[in-house]
T-cell receptor
Framework: GIQVEQSPPDLILQEGANSTLRCNFSDSVNNLQWFHQNPWGQLINLFYIPSGTKQNGRLSATTVATERYSLLYISSSQTTDSGVYFCAVVLTGGGNKLTFGTGTQLKVEL | DGGITQSPKYLFRKEGQNVTLSCEQNLNHDAMYWYRQDPGQGLRLIYYSQIVNDFQKGDIAEGYSVSREKKESFPLTVTSAQKNPTAFYLC???????????????FGEGSRLTVL
């Protein structure tokens, strides 16, 4: 099956720092989403971004489907950004199954 | 407010016991899903339902059962046949049958099950 790898697995930042999270996938996809899971377990969708670039406040994401990766940028990080960031993909021609990566655990410190 | 409510948040059970996790949504969503999350891993799909009285197995359905008698409710039973039931369980719902594909996937706060 498709492999979805995220890096780095863990990241510690000082408040105000910027960061880039990466999602690599092993096959062609027609769907990619980024999620944030807060420290209490709640997951929310950040971006639906099968290709191109999107921005939402301090967060932005870029997907280069032809090169099989996506990047999530966090600027001016805040403690509320802490948690786990997941990317999830749907394999092209593989039905509608959403496959999640293993996540990047982010901790933002004061 | 509209949303997804999971209960209980924490649950302990002894080996050999069945346990049912509740998931209720008032978003009027057609589709509902159950995911399992283990430490350091992504989410894996257990079961999903796109319409009342119909549901499909996901990737790891063995040892689990579900029902969808009402649009608002999608309970998950973790049976004694599930070999490693200790995990964090997340329920989700989406608009229509394919809403989850376009980011319209909404999650509950999860239920943490520990088998003693």
């Amino acid at each position: 099956g498709i492999q979805v790898e995220q890096s780095p697995p863990d990241l510690i930042l000082q408040e105000g720092a910027n960061s880039t999270l990466r999602c690599n996938f092993s096959d062609s996809v027609n769907n990619l989403q980024w999620f944030h899971q807060n420290p209490w377990g709640q997951l929310i969708n950040l971006f639906y971004i099968p290709s191109g670039t999107k921005q939402n406040g301090r967060l932005s994401a870029t997907t280069v489907a032809t090169e099989r990766y996506s990047l999530l940028y966090i600027s001016s990080s805040q403690t509320t950004d802490s948690g786990v960031y997941f990317c999830a993909v749907v394999l092209t021609g593989g039905g509608n199954k959403l496959t999640f990566g293993t996540g990047t655990q982010l901790k933002v410190e004061l | 407010d509209g949303g997804i409510t999971q209960s209980p948040k924490y649950l302990f059970r002894k080996e050999g016991q069945n346990v049912t996790l509740s998931c209720e949504q008032n978003l009027n969503h057609d589709a509902m899903y159950w995911y399992r999350q283990d430490p350091g891993q992504g989410l894996r799909l257990i079961y999903y339902s796109q319409i009342v009285n119909d549901f499909q197995k996901g990737d790891i359905a063995e040892g689990y059962s579900v029902s969808r008698e009402k649009k608002e409710s999608f309970p998950l039973t973790v049976t004694s046949a599930q070999k490693n039931p200790t995990a964090f369980y997340l329920c989700a719902s989406s608009v229509g049958r394919t809403g989850y594909l376009t980011g319209e996937l909404f999650f509950g706060e999860g239920s943490r099950l520990t088998v003693l």
